[in-house]
């Protein structure tokens, strides 16, 4: 049986990653996966947030949005609503948990990097979608600052990257679009680095609950799909990546 | 070694469920788990929300707050702040997805649920204590429904309950208080269901990653403290443990 | 002709007060006053709000909320509403300057009290008992900063207690419940310090206005409902009671 | 000795209404109470909120607020704060209340009327002229209607007028300005019938508890400015006076 | 043919400033144009806006709000709607952008002048008549401040005017008032210098486009009507017209 | 002397409009003028907004936002701020209103055609453009319900386009970037049709007024610049283009 896009269970859709899309941000990319469209900014703020202030350490933090007409009907812009839905903060939070899991943050100083995740187009996946991306926007700016200060080591100490994993129809597929997202029973997100550690770990079975038998093929599943996100992200990155946790003086490429 | 409060690893706080606390709610726990306290009412109203209208199936949904005073220092209100936090909607949404699992919302017919989670003093683990409270509270609250109403079969599938588990200073702990919990390099919270099946799985690594077999041994710990908590939930409900997952018809008891 | 709970017009429901009921509050209390049961904690803030900056003077500030099912149908939360009610909004305030009266600001210092009066269950009188009961939880808090920092004087001046008196069915009734405050025709709410004078007045006749006989007898059961209530503020204060008003240095016992 | 403004203690300012100042209102009035100058707009709305649905009566609701520079200091305008304070929530709600006390709703019909007090300039007693110019307001829309429509009987049962009493400097004093208002130890608020009967009272000893003895003062005080200020009220109204409490059918004048 | 209030196409309605009408605000006008009727009041404020501080120059900067009735239904308060409409944030932007076209904010020196404009009454050519009056509540408080501080030079540097014109049934006309606006095929506020040049310029034609021939009338017929605003608001400004892009020391008069 | 982008002083910027970049949306365009880019949207939903209920006509509306990045520092998300801000409910009134005057509302029936426009990235005209780019979203999102309704006449009744002209160093310059903008002594945007006619003219002076002759210098200048877009938007809607005012019967193409 082959799935509605002709993948295999074990496939990614196709992704593409663009870099330096906006000309203003210190770090930018726009990526797809599949009909999932995210554009991520990175910001460099040189001051952070109250709670941190003296503390020799910066913050990253990211901020999720989707466009109206990113989806099949029209949302309400969260704007108008005077209010940020659950679902967005639960993205947000998710988002800025993960990335900063491989930033280390005395090494960064007293600098904030916002991400900016901005869904274009949503098919399945985006808040995995925003972390795979996120994480090569926030790469190029942290480039971009090691370059101006020469900062003691560079900031990021290991690879990260995000992806769906379902139980649909009684198979266990990676990277879901929204036709077979709206069909599991088990949706899980997998947040993991380079090392192939988990950095977050999300699964929920409202549908119907699962065995641990059925945990144990999505981990796998999910892990080997990470590993070819992760080489297509070093690809992107170019000499960038080999900054990633070389622990050497960060002087940037 | 032994933990703060003298138990052991994989030993849960002492466990205390008071039923029917207030004279107005169809249902009403006051749980305490350890210095963690948690009023639990359950709220029957004879309509759905508009997304379901017309549909022959009912709602269970749940809201979450933090007294002001349950805390070390005194939390402004969200009520004054104009909004609810990212952290308290990421809690209500889970707490309503958890309970869902294990509601037969076409038996339970054109009605909603309301699960109050008021946390009076907070000590770790209010989420997991207000799933394990809030699923005792609506057991009382569906029966009373099939007592008066006589449901083509009794709504509730199957019991719930919820922990926490985490890696503290290299060790795998059950149950964490908060001083706990500030020190966890890993924190992971388990939903699970009286056949040992997993319902929600939320593991963060925000300090430093986890491998798959600290995961493992989490998970083990994690199913352990589940059954001892379903076994109490049990002797608390009586009579009303017979009809969940029985399959006869609900007149309740 | 008897009350439906038994009582004579001039009797008190059964009150009972627990004090020290939350492990982090600097004060604590549980009071019910026959089934209206209200938790009121008291934080002592080594700060004072920017309008009393630099005056040498302290504040006293109160909180009033619901729980959501503290009441016969289940209210929404003030923190989904987005805002506070008008209701609210006036018992709030009507707490804070009602504590104030009997509060020396100079004898305290630059500190902030706040009383957060959260209504477990309602079943009328919710504002008068909010403030009989946050008195204690106050002067506990206040004899802990006195225990701490040694004041040039103990800071509370007088006992501070309220109750609700009303006309019902041509009676005058004191300390009315809900169903008799829901048939009253005149609704009088007093704060009365332990010399016997007034802190707080109001009268409201919606239903029909009242004679200037009425209002004297209201005001004859009402002060000796006062003076019942500070007797048992004195028995369950103990030692602390006998600092409050003694213009003796503030040591606190 | 005497007051700042040359009048008697028990002497009320210079009072003036004017009647149908504003063209499209069903009824207006602008009411100065020495320098505070109201602007009172009656509305009249042939339909009833939600919760009056269907059971044949009416209802009279109030807002208040202050322009920016009614007073001293420029006043932030709530629209700009996007929700009201406190004190504007208090005292609509009290005005509508007091109103309300002097209709009877079912002869009114299912037809809401809205009184817009908008405080043009404030120097004391904003709260109490509001009442008073309101309740003329209010009459003239209310003759509106049953002119067009012809009342079972006229729905105004009786007069309706409202003044502050207060302690200052040891002396007992009718209808405060904002220098005597700010001085007061006692502040109280009273809102009366044509037939001498009480429908609120309000008194707040913030700075000192007041005795029984002052509180008798204070209200023989009010009284006596009460029944002044309706003389001058009906004498506005004219031959619509006359229909106040006639209970003859409610043809209007 | 006539207009339905008689006036010719290029009449203004009759115009009444009032100066002084608060008694607390530093500069203030009650403006009639026609059946318009607006209370502008000046505030100043010894402080500026943090986007300014330092910078050694002041602001200049508008409000803009309705009365609930000033229009033939009323209108729900902004205040209590949370937040303000699209059209008053664009009254209340134009206004105080037209208004520091005239103004020398360096030689008005760090101070802010907030113009509050309340309609008491609308009818048409509500924001135009709001920038007339205030430029007059305006000249007046700037006039108070170069009395008490002795101003580099009178930072008013010319008269400022604004009026509305419209094509109406084939008609151009001046000044319209609320029948002709919303039969108006263009709608064109005109905000001009007392030497004739323009500040603002806004024409719409929602309903039907116009052609550049018709808006060579509007102008013409407006650039007339202004001439004649202006030359009113110099009789009623007195003395302080003179000081008005003179040029000399700002000593006031 | 040659403007800092090497064009003329009546030369637009390099324009690009690429059509159907949405899988979802029934029109959407990316349009770029120079660096200014943005995605415009329309979404047609089959029923009209409450005030325009069993009219049989339609309705057109839009909103606009702008990515935090699209500029040279980041901006605060309205959706945080929890409100919009004054600019974007004046820039999304004007697309709104502009793009109405070209549609005949009866023959859209009773649907509601929304046009969102994502600013992705700023450099001045972003309001000019949006509406330029939203055109030619509508006139495709149309064609799209001809093709399945077939409208008794195509609704988009003239072209429509919009552009900047502005006063820079005493020249008169043709669509701003947003580096001549911020220099720019008098700014004013153009909303055109077809047939030469203005829909929108928005003229601005606040850094100094202007002269009935540079007004129609800048008029002359916007005039050609209109022309020019509108040659373009002909040949990007291909076959749609003639249906526009073709008064013909709507099917579309």
Redesign the interface.
Known sequence: MVRSNGRNNDQLRTMNITTNV????EG?VYIEMG?TKI?C?A?V?EKVPPFLKGQGKGWVTA?Y?M????????NQ??????????????I??LIG?AL??VVNLHALGERTI?L?C?V??ADGGTRTTSITGSFVALCIAVNKIAQQHKLPVFPIT?YLASVSVGVVGGRTLLDLNYEEDSKAKVD?NLV??G??????????????????QE?DSL?QIGEQGIRDIITYQQEVLGPIALLIGSGTVGKGV
């Open positions: 906006n000309k203003y941000a930018s009909d554009l900014t910001t703020d901020e949005s466009l109206p007409r990113a989806t099949h009907s029209r812009r969260e704007a108008n609503r005077g209010k940020l839905t659950g679902r967005t903060m639960e947000q939070r948990r900063r899991s916002t900016d901005d274009i187009q290991d899980m993991m680095t090392s192939g550690q988990f950095v977050e770990l999300q699964g929920t079975g409202e549908e119907s609950p699962f065995s641990r945990l981990l």
